[in-house]
């Protein structure tokens, strides 16, 4: 039976560690994807659609491009620093190092934002003018991205419980006598 725990400890152990590598990857992902939409959006055609008359189009520019860098800025801090935090916390666990549950509860509102961002992407597919290739291959990937999450949420769950039932399993060393 204790057997039977060690090699369960071991798989969720190594199931743990390829999710929180996953994630990190995610990660580093996100963020080039953020620059590369960053320095390919078309400023000019946005700023041309507003129309604004109390500004000029300069200013306009100018506001518009701040906007879109601050506001990709947070995302990318806010994005990148929880997965990294979720992947680095997942890595240490599954090499044995006690880790609060904060990562965990982090993964679990992870999760949720994915379950509302696949929901607005259904909910994109049912426009006429959309580009559903786009729309299904993001659909795809964060299907995907939220597997790998539950599954790393289901990994931290099982590790924990086994290794506490594994300690309470093996037998107390009596003191030393003298």
Known sequence: MMEEKQRLLRKYSDTLMICGIGQIVYGVWSFILSIMMLLTTDIKSMIEEMGNE???????????????CVFIGLMLVLDMGSRLYIGLSARAESMGKPKGKAYIVLSCIVVLNYTVTLGLLYWDLHIEDADIITIIISIMIELTSMLIMIDLIRSAINIRKLRREISQEQPQEAPAVR
């Open 54 to 68: 109390d500004m000029s189009v300069a200013e306009l520019y100018n506001f518009v491009f701040v906007f879109i």
